[in-house]
């Protein structure tokens, strides 16, 4: 069974720097894309960065210049390094794979998601 399980949300002050990183298990193989999505109280999910199995990284142009995805200490790991946070970054930031990269930026292109990790950041 796949689980996916996010860690390292918490609070901070506008301006701090947090790190996310989301541990899968369960797969027989590495995912092809793995992303962080996120979503505020009554507001659509968000996509905000992918990693390809190739190491090859998408961002989301609202975070771009202050969040960087990366692998974590194994290939089924995945960070979000997050700078510079605004209180409009305060969101429950969502772990996502899937097993083929059939896009990068919809929820719809992935199929295993974890339970979610708080983020909130005042001023």
């Known amino acids: 069974q796949v689980r996916l399980v996010e860690s390292g949300g918490g609070s901070v002050q506008a301006g701090g720097s947090l790190e996310l990183s989301c541990v899968v298990s369960?797969?027989?193989?590495?995912?092809?894309?793995m992303a962080w999505f996120r979503q505020a109280p009554g507001k659509e999910r968000e996509w905000v960065a992918t990693?390809?199995?190739?190491?090859?990284?998408y961002t989301a142009n609202s975070v771009k210049d202050r969040f960087t995805i990366s692998e974590g200490y194994t290939k089924n790991d995945v960070n979000l390094q997050m700078n510079s946070l605004k209180p409009e970054d305060t969101a429950m930031y969502y772990c996502?794979?899937?097993?083929?990269?059939?896009?990068?930026?919809?929820?719809?292109?992935?199929?295993?998601w974890g339970q979610g990790t708080q983020v909130t950041v005042s001023l």
């Open positions: 990693i390809d199995s190739d190491d090859t990284t």
């Open positions: 369960g797969w027989t193989y590495r995912p092809k894309c």
């Open positions: 996502a794979a899937d097993s083929r990269c059939r896009g990068v930026s919809s929820p719809d292109d992935f199929r295993d």
